[in-house]
Nanobody
Framework: QVQLLESGGGLVQPGGSLRLSCAAS????????MGWYRQTPGKQRELVAT???????IYADSVKGRFTASRDTAKNTVWLQMNSLKPEDTAVYYC?????????????WGQGTQVTVSS
């Protein structure tokens, strides 16, 4: 069973930065896409950024220019660098990994890490 373990969340003031990490129990080269999602109470989980094995990264409009997703296959880790944080970035952030084999897609989630942006 694939395990994804997020870390790096916490409380930060508006304008500050945080770096989230997601360590995978498997070689992340196996995953076609790894990404970051976030969720606030009463709302659906939304895409923040993707770090595909091949192709361009995708970012939500609300984080473009402020967040950067990256992946390191040697370390089996993906990161989300978050700069110029705003109160509306407050959410639980989840790491996601997607593996496609033929017509079958398997999706895995981490347990989430809380990010709170507040003065």
């Amino acid at each position: 069973q694939v395990q994804l373990l997020e870390s790096g969340g916490g409380l930060v003031q508006p304008g500050g930065s945080l770096r989230l990490s997601c360590a995978a129990s498997e070689n992340i080269f196996l995953f076609n896409v790894m990404g970051w999602y976030r969720q606030t109470p009463g709302k659906q989980r939304e895409l923040v950024a993707t770090a595909p094995r091949v192709g361009s990264r995708i970012y939500a409009d609300s984080v473009k220019g402020r967040f950067t997703a990256s992946r390191d296959t040697a370390k089996n880790t993906v990161w989300l660098q978050m700069n110029s944080l705003k109160p509306e970035d407050t959410a639980v952030y989840y790491c996601q990994a997607e593996q496609r084999v033929g017509t079958t897609t398997s999706t895995y989630w981490g347990q989430g890490t809380q990010v709170t942006v507040s003065s």
